[in-house]
């Protein structure tokens, strides 16, 4: 009777351990399926913010492009009539800043200085070459480029075309 | 952009204004370096402080440039380093979401294994292979058609995005997205979307209902609110008193639950997917034989189903927005953001399609240039704001005038011009007559005040004063000059001495 004891206990035992095995493969199985859902839940997080981004740049390049199809504007600013410029502009300004979160609208003569920046009127005729470089850019390329940097409110996106 | 380089002009949009705002539910943290290279926070939208991200991503990774995402505990966190237009990184944004009810599951499966595992191996070993084997094949099972299940949920939401940005349409979008959510959440039997729009919650797609029936209800945001107060709500019949969408106890509702199938619905799970911290859409999922039909592995199913669809609508919402703001850029573009009459750009291309048809139909075509008189006056005295408000009426009362082919645009400041098809001289006559009386009808431009004004116009006809339409507004234009030098209110171009310089 006691021989027939050790067999069985060695068969519970072996079966005990391999149902263990099984088992924990199992559990590791449904573990890297959260993972799965977490790695996919992250990758959308991280694409929605950039896609936010972008959308926040092509708000900037709406803004410019209505300008750059506005007669009126393009006329003022060739002249260097900025009295024109500002009757102009600053109604589209307010809309702008109300729908879109526009923070100005600046023009740079063909010299990269500033002619007229629609958030302070009073601010103008400063040079920006030492430190706008991608004005810079647009004036040697003649092609439109989109950049962000720090500003005094907080980070922004720009657009800039030549004109 | 061709030509002689003018200069260049650029606006500026701010990412706090933009989006960063937009961002209710979710804890937010902005972090950007400054010349040093130091991290110094510029906005912060929740708890979390700047600790909590500068030590958990690789400071120099970021500073590469490198996008950085990854789960610990109960949250996401993302980095996504932004660059100058020198390529140097100068800020870093960074996002911490809340995934508990994943971890959670997360929680509860590891709580359940451990379980299972520890139970499983003494009952087998106790008990005997057999049932050993048996039970873990039920496992292995279970696990590989919950991965087949979310697999297809993936992929379904992939799909749909895909089919979306192809332009498929909405209520297609919805139809597949519900048959997809009936297909992955087990026991489901059937279903109905309810979309917002305009401020009301409607059917917009279903599957075992009729539609069209469906379609003939719709549900406020009280009365959604007093229905889900959870993003997935499971409702039992005999649990609730009423039931469903319908739980809401109005007529209305009442009324609605006699048309469906309601009465038959045994359990149902209400799915509210929200974007933007907005409900933005119902998901009812019924099943129609047992009230204890879905478990918690339905509810899983449906919760993430929930959150992917969540995502999706995320995006809809942008294009949406993209598309609206770009229909207002176009309008803007035509218009006078003033008076809201079309402006010169737009009165060129449209002019030029009439001209093409007189042309074709052997017609004239008038031309007027009006310059208002007195205006100055009206502007020094009283200010610009109600020179503007001026101008605003004239331009209301020039746009009845005209028919509804015609064109009243204005050219900036004080000047507008007409377009008018098949008009010759003695129609002009009759009709610029009736635009003078119209215009110098009294405004009032305070309580108390009103003001008279005048115009002066000139006038040209097509094809006898000219073949474009330069040429037209030119000598219209010159026309209007010389009745203001003599004083009169009207002259045709024929009658000055076309010695004018059209160029003045």
């Not at chain 2, 176009?330 to 737009?346: F, I």
Request: proline share 3%; aromatic share 10%.
């Amino acid at each position: 009777m006691r021989s027939k004891i050790w067999p069985l206990l060695a068969i519970s035992v072996s079966v005990a351990f391999l149902v263990f095995l099984l088992t924990f493969f199992s559990y590791q199985r449904g573990l890297n399926l959260l993972e799965l859902w977490k790695e996919e839940y992250v990758k959308s997080a991280a694409e929605n913010v950039t896609s936010q981004i972008a959308f926040e740049g092509e708000k900037a390049r709406l803004v410019v492009e209505a300008l750059l199809r506005n007669r009126e504007v393009i006329e003022a600013f060739t002249r260097g009539d900025r009295e024109r410029l500002i009757e102009l502009l600053m109604p589209l300004h307010e809309l702008y800043r109300k729908e879109l979160g526009l923070l100005q609208i600046h023009f740079h003569t063909a010299e990269v200085v500033s002619f007229l920046r629609t958030a302070d009127l009073s601010r103008y005729g400063d040079d920006l070459k030492e430190f706008r470089k991608d004005i810079l850019h647009v004036r040697n390329t003649r092609k439109a480029t989109s950049s962000m940097s720090m500003g005094v409110m907080g980070p922004n996106i720009r657009y800039t075309p030549p004109s | 952009m061709e030509g002689e380089y003018r200069g260049s002009v650029e606006a500026n949009v701010s990412l706090v204004e933009g989006f960063i705002k937009k961002i209710k539910d979710e804890a937010i943290i902005k972090t950007f370096f400054d010349e040093r290279g130091n991290p110094r926070t510029v906005l912060a939208k929740s708890q979390p402080e700047l600790e909590d991200f500068t030590g958990i991503f690789n400071r120099d990774d970021l500073l590469q440039g490198n996008l950085q995402s990854f789960v610990q505990g109960d949250y996401t966190y993302v980095a996504i380093p932004l660059h100058d237009f020198t390529g140097r990184v100068f800020a870093v944004i960074f996002e911490r979401k809340n995934i508990t009810h994943i971890v959670e599951n997360e929680r509860k499966q590891k709580k359940l294994m451990s379980f299972s595992t520890l139970a499983m191996a003494i009952v087998g070993g106790m008990i005997t292979l057999l049932l050993g084997i048996v039970s873990e094949q039920r496992w292995k099972l279970k696990i590989l058609d919950q991965e087949t299940k979310y697999w297809k949920l993936q992929q379904a939401v992939l799909e749909v995005t895909q089919e979306y940005l192809k332009g498929k349409h909405a209520e297609e979008m919805y139809q597949f997205l519900l048959e997809k959510a009936i297909e992955t959440i087990p026991h489901a039997q059937g279903g109905s979307v309810l979309v917002k729009r305009d401020g009301q919650y409607r059917y917009v797609a279903a599957v075992g209902y009729d539609l069209a029936e469906l379609a003939n209800f719709s549900f406020d945001d009280q009365e959604v609110e007093e229905c889900v107060k959870q993003r997935v709500t499971l409702r039992r019949r005999g649990n609730f008193p009423h039931f469903h969408v319908s739980c809401i106890d109005t007529e209305k509702a009442k009324k609605s639950q006699e048309t469906k199938r309601s009465p038959e619905i045994q359990c149902s799970i209400v799915l509210a997917v929200e974007a933007k911290g907005e409900i933005v859409a119902l998901f009812n999922i019924d099943n129609f034989e047992n009230e204890k039909a879905f478990n918690v592995e339905a509810l899983k199913t449906a919760e993430l189903f929930a959150s992917y669809v969540g995502m999706l609508f995320v995006r809809v919402q942008l294009e949406w927005e993209i598309e609206k703001q770009r229909k207002e850029m176009e309008y803007l573009s035509h218009h006078d953001p003033l008076t809201g009459l079309p402006n010169r750009r737009m009165f060129q291309e449209y002019g030029e399609k009439i001209l093409a048809l007189a042309e074709r139909q052997k017609k004239e075509v008038m031309v007027a240039f009006l310059d208002l008189t007195k205006f100055k006056d009206v502007n020094d005295t009283f200010g610009h704001a109600l020179g503007d408000e001026l101008l605003k009426t004239v331009g209301t009362r020039l746009a009845k005038t005209i028919r509804h082919n015609d064109i009243a645009a204005r050219f900036g400041g004080d000047e507008f011009v007409l377009l008018i098809y098949d008009c010759n001289h003695s129609c002009a006559h009759t009709f610029l007559q009736r635009v003078l009386t119209t215009i110098e009808k009294p405004i009032a431009i305070t309580s108390q005040e009103n003001v008279k004004i005048s115009a002066n116009i000139g006038v040209a006809f097509y094809p006898q004063d000219g073949t474009n339409l330069d040429a037209l507004v030119r000598a219209a234009d010159s026309a209007m000059y010389v009745a203001k030098k003599q004083g009169v209110p009207l002259i045709f171009f024929q009658h000055t001495d076309h010695r004018v310089d059209p160029n003045r």
